[in-house]
């Protein structure tokens, strides 16, 4: 008898036979045979099962048992599901927020500017700060060289002052940092959410960046480089660009800190530049530029040529500084502040 046929008189006996009053099932087996039966043996639930009625017609489709391979795809798959749902009604939960707390744009953009301005205020403060303490290391200094040319010993404690200056002078410069890192996630912020502002109400983007106070100053992360290898050859190479380019004197040549003397004319250009240590190798140079505390000295820092040593100070972080005109410089060199 030809084997193939095996199935189908099997399957006409079954219609045929006066046991069949209820459901017939049919399934495959992993060796490819068919199986006609009125009851599903346990060894075989794991296959695809088709319920035939008194014709031998199919009736109902029962997929085949998942394996575990399966299972774990699918529920993995149904927690990104639910992620992604989550995401959703975060996103519509922030696009109400956004949309009762501003009505216009100029309203982003003022919410924006005011917060920038209150942490202006605050570096106001910090910079003022720095210009009395590089005073007073200034006397810290020349009253310790008044007492070495005298003969006599610099006490402990007034190297102990020289230190401590020097320490907040270098805290204050990293406090300036983490200032204008502020800002910068302020201004990305506030950007996000006005194109998403312009989106939901169906606004034409704007081309340009989003307006500032005309005389905002520079972001003094512009002069912030990160290395992580040579850190000492850079190092010396900042203050070789700080002894080309600013016009007063080297007052304090340290292990972290190279700092001129502070600016008494108003064409006067002040370099400092401090050397930060962050995880692992990595460093960060951060150049502060200084002119005088008067109109014309601010004026001075806004213009092209003091620009331009911020733009050859960045180029540290590529490797040669950009070829910038030195200044001129007042006469005499200082020391290496002691303690250093």
Not at 60 to 79: F, H, N, P, Q, S
Not at 131 to 154: I, P
Not at 227 to 233: K, L, N, V
Not at 311 to 324: E, I, M, N, S, W
Request: with cysteine; net charge negative; proline share 5%.
């Amino acid at each position: 008898m030809n084997m193939k046929l095996l199935p189908i008189l099997t399957l006409a006996l079954l219609i045929c036979s006066p046991l069949q009053a209820g459901k017939l099932y049919r399934w495959i087996d992993d060796q490819g045979k068919i199986f006609y039966s009125d009851k599903v043996p346990p060894t075989e639930v794991q296959h695809k099962l088709d319920t035939l009625n008194e014709q031998g017609i199919v009736v109902d489709r029962v997929g085949a048992a998942k394996t575990k391979e399966e299972l774990a795809r699918e529920a993995e798959l149904e927690k990104r599901r639910q992620e992604q749902q989550q995401l959703i009604e975060e996103q519509e939960k922030a696009d109400r927020v956004l949309l009762r707390t501003f009505r216009t744009e100029d309203d982003i953009i003022m919410a924006r500017n005011g917060k920038l301005a209150s942490i202006d205020a605050k570096l106001q403060i910090v910079r003022g700060n720095i210009r009395r303490q590089k005073s007073q290391l200034a006397e810290f200094q020349l009253a310790a060289a008044d007492m070495e040319r005298a003969g006599q010993t610099v006490s402990p404690n007034q190297l102990k002052e020289i230190e401590n200056t020097r320490n907040q002078i270098n805290s204050d410069y990293q406090g300036i940092i983490a200032q204008e890192e502020l800002k910068q996630q302020i201004r990305e912020k506030y950007a996000a959410d006005l194109a998403r502002f312009r989106e939901l109400r169906n606004l034409k983007p704007d081309q340009g960046v989003l307006p500032e106070k005309a005389d905002s100053p520079n972001s003094m992360l512009d002069t912030l480089v990160t290395c992580s290898i040579d850190c000492d050859e850079r190092w010396q190479k900042a203050e070789t660009y700080v002894r080309e380019h600013a016009t007063t004197r080297m007052q304090l040549l340290g292990r972290n800190i190279i700092m001129t003397h502070p600016p008494i004319k108003d064409q006067d250009i002040s370099l400092t530049v401090s050397r930060i240590k962050r995880e692992g190798s990595t460093e960060e140079f951060f150049l502060d530029i200084q002119c005088k505390d008067s109109t014309p000295g601010e004026e001075h820092c806004k213009s092209p040529a003091v620009q331009e040593i911020r733009k050859g100070f960045r180029a540290l972080g590529q490797g040669t500084p950009a070829p910038v005109e030195s200044a001129p410089q007042e006469g005499g060199e200082a020391k290496p502040s002691p303690g250093n």
